[in-house]
């Protein structure tokens, strides 16, 4: 089947610090991916579209400045948090449908990234 | 806006058993997709199975089936047999069938365990 590939798995970094999180179609093309945050416990939460060859659409309350999206090719997307504090530790998770199917292709998930700022 | 709402913060069922979980949704959209995700401890989303609107049939994955009731806005997760490892959250997710590529909208999860 396909496969999104996201890395790091994990990481640290120290508080303020950026860090950067990639998000791998690796066996077909995906216009579009979408960034979610999820927290212990708690379901995953929206954060970004991310739009190859356009900027990004955030959900309401999601800084954009903080959380810089780049949707560089048919196959990666980035995420990165800029100036990372301790409340931006989390689970982050990225999905991709494949391009051009139709609307009931599922889309597919990387592994995540835990994210722990100290 | 369409929400997700799973009233089962926890489920237990005993192995072999049968346990159904519960997913009622709010959308104002005619066309749309359900799906039911698994995430176990790897965190990794797993698709379960899926349910298109428009179909009557419920839809079946094995041991895994669901209860599509569009007028009611329900659709729940029968697992059967229960085995160990189903025990994992399980995430009830909306889809808007507008659009080539529409986001997900999740429920809160619920989380299941299997006991011998």
């Known amino acids: 089947g396909a496969v999104v590939s996201q890395h790091p798995s994990w990481v640290i970094c120290k508080s303020g610090t950026s860090v950067k999180i990639e998000c791998r179609s690796l066996d077909f093309q995906a216009t579009t991916m979408f960034w979610y945050r999820q927290f212990p416990k708690q379901s995953l939460m929206l954060m970004a579209t991310s739009n190859e060859g356009s900027k990004a659409t955030y959900e309401q309350g999601v800084e954009k400045d903080k959380f810089l999206i780049n949707h560089a090719s048919l196959t990666l997307s980035t995420l990165t948090v800029t100036s990372a504090h301790p409340e931006d530790s989390s689970f982050y998770i990225c999905s991709a449908p494949p391009t051009g199917k139709g609307g009931n292709t599922e889309a597919f998930f990387g592994q995540g990234t835990r994210l722990t700022v100290v | 806006a369409q929400t997700v709402t799973q009233s089962q913060p926890e489920m237990s069922v005993q192995e072999a058993e049968t346990v159904t979980l519960s997913c009622t949704y709010d959308t104002s959209e005619s066309d749309y997709y359900l799906f039911w995700y698994k995430q176990p401890p790897s965190r990794q989303m797993i698709l379960v199975i899926r349910?298109?609107?428009?179909?009557?049939q419920n839809a079946t994955e094995n041991r895994f089936s669901v209860n599509f009731q569009k007028a009611a806005k329900s659709f729940s997760l029968k697992i059967s047999d229960s085995q160990l490892g189903d025990a994992a959250m399980y995430f009830c997710?909306?889809?808007?069938?507008?659009?080539?590529?529409?986001?997900?909208?999740f429920g809160t999860g619920t989380r299941l365990q299997v006991t011998l």
């Open positions: 349910q298109e609107a428009y179909k009557q």
């Open positions: 997710a909306y889809r808007s069938a507008f659009g080539t590529a529409s986001k997900l909208t």
